[in-house]
Nanobody
């Protein structure tokens, strides 16, 4: 049975940092990604990595501030978020699936999703 369990969300002041984690169990996927959804807005892509780590993609809004990484031994994917802004406030979801190239940034490439973890950035 496939499970993705996020953790590490919380409240942080603008300019601060936070790391969210996602433990993956059940099988191996070719890509792992993070998406977010703010209240009243559509879900949007944040970052993705291949399981091998040789390819990573980021949304323009988080480039230079967020870093995605994975620990294959622990089957965990991380999202390190620095220089956080109030507009980063959202529920963050990890997802797993199969895709290559730019398709890694598309939600339909992901078959399995976690339950989400809330990140709130105060101004």
């Amino acid at each position: 049975q496939v499970q993705l369990v996020e953790s590490g969300g919380g409240l942080v002041q603008a300019g601060g940092s936070l790391r969210v984690s996602c433990a993956v169990s059940g099988r191996i996927f070719s890509i792992l990604g993070w998406f977010r959804q703010a209240p009243g807005k559509e879900r949007e892509f944040v970052a993705a990595t291949t399981w091998s780590g040789d390819s990573k993609y980021y949304a323009d809004s988080v480039k230079g501030r967020f870093t995605i990484s994975r620990d294959n031994g622990e089957k965990t994917v991380y999202l390190q978020m620095n220089s956080l802004k109030p507009e980063d406030t959202a529920d963050y979801y990890c997802a797993a699936g199969w895709a290559t190239g730019q398709a890694m940034g598309v939600s339909s490439s992901y078959r399995y999703w976690g339950q989400g973890t809330q990140v709130t950035v105060s101004s």
